[in-house]
């Protein structure tokens, strides 16, 4: 199966992309590789790459394709909101005109990264996919408003899935710190802190990014009217957890550190607890296979032997939002991310 993977050069597609291949899936990547100078590690492994911004997508590069994976989006809310409208154009409109190209050419099964953020506040109730969305920041908009236009576009020719990912962690060749578990391990092991802004009581349901790869692999190996039009939330009932149990794996697991509330720690309005039992039922094959406690492990684990020092975990190269407005300031990249 020939399979397109777009924003394959991001935390989640460098981690997905060799597992695809493991899988048997010919893959091909389209990225403008944004985070070029932000690896981790070991170089994500280099697979066919149509090097271009997703809103400039052409029918030709995307003809063949028996399936697309869309990962390519502005993937955290600070990075949304410098700018809300080009968070709108890459994550919203540049997704509709993919699908739409898509079904032109005859890709006919399109998997389209969501999250649980667009449940947003949503107090103690545990939110199934038929939930009330209410989204908080433009990047959770951006996604809601994916879900409500590709949808439309579901016929018998094509079929577009919605696959509503838990907040994400683990170890990636383009890591990311702003995510709870890689960041409160980074800030223990660097600082021997563990800094909760808020309170300790929110919840968050938590998925390994192996474990969002494995749904994927589910998707595209699904008969077509399983997957047809489905909007499935990815995680496990399991992984949902209050900061302050998150903190306290983190006591755990990493020597000499105490755990710090922020100055102005109060209840953070983004609390949600989500429910994943019909990824069960329409993936029988689908199993988590991470705990957060494994992630805080594997973070803890990697960043020892990577030696990360303070300076890098506060630096620009691992902070999206510092390292694109630092290309931006050198004129490499224009105010609307294109390369110069
Ligand atoms: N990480 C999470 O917690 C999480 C949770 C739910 C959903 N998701 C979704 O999964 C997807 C991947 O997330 P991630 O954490 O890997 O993000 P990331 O920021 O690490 O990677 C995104 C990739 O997309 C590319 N990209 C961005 N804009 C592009 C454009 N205009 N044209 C072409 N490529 C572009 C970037 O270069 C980068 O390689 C996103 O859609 C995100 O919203 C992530």
Redesign the pocket.
């Given at each position: 199966m020939k399979v397109l993977v777009?924003?394959h050069?991001?935390?989640?597609?460098t981690v997905m992309v060799p597992m695809l291949l493991e899988e048997g899936f010919e893959v091909t990547g389209?990225?403008?590789?944004?985070?070029r100078y932000c690896t981790y590690g070991d170089e994500p492994l280099a697979v066919p790459t149509i090097a271009?911004?997703?809103?400039q997508v052409e029918p030709r590069d995307i003809e063949g394709f028996d399936a697309i994976v869309h990962?390519?989006?502005?993937?955290n809310d600070p990075l949304g909101n410098i700018n809300p409208d080009l968070t709108y154009d890459?994550n919203h409109r540049?997704s509709v005109r993919l699908a739409e190209i898509a079904k032109a050419v005859g890709v006919d099964r399109f998997l389209f990264?969501?999250?649980?953020?667009m449940y947003g506040k949503a107090g103690e109730d545990v939110l199934d996919e038929t939930a009330e969305f209410n989204p908080v920041t433009p990047?959770a908009k951006s996604?809601v408003y994916v879900e409500r236009d590709v949808s439309q576009l579901a016929d018998r020719h094509f079929s577009p899935v919605f696959l509503r990912?838990?907040?994400?962690y683990g170890v990636s060749p383009?890591i990311?710190f702003d995510?709870v578990i890689n960041n409160l391990v980074a800030w223990a092991y660097t600082t021997g802190k563990i800094l909760l802004k808020s309170d300790g009581t929110p919840w968050r349901p938590l998925v390994h990014i192996e474990d969002i790869t494995q749904a994927v692999i589910c998707a595209l190996r699904a008969d077509k009217p399983v997957i047809h039009n489905l909007a499935v939330n990815v995680g496990s009932n399991s992984e949902n957890y209050q900061m302050r149990e998150l903190a306290q794996f983190v006591k755990e697991t990493v020597p000499n550190c105490e755990v710090e509330y922020a100055e102005d720690a109060g209840p953070d309005p983004r609390s949600y607890k989500v429910n994943f039992d019909k990824i069960h039922s329409v993936f029988p094959d689908f199993k988590t296979r991470w705990t957060a406690r494994m992630g805080v492990e594997q973070c803890y684990e990697s960043y020892r032997r990577f030696g990360l020092s303070k300076d890098d975990y506060e630096g620009i190269r691992y902070k999206?939002i510092a390292h694109i407005t630092n290309l931006i300031e050198q004129g490499k990249l224009s105010r609307d991310?294109f390369w110069q």
């Open positions: 777009t924003g050069r991001g935390f989640i597609g389209l990225d403008t590789d944004l985070y271009k911004d997703v809103r990962l390519a989006a502005l993937s890459i540049a990264a969501s999250s649980c953020s990047y996604k990912n838990a907040t994400a383009r990311r995510l999206r991310l």
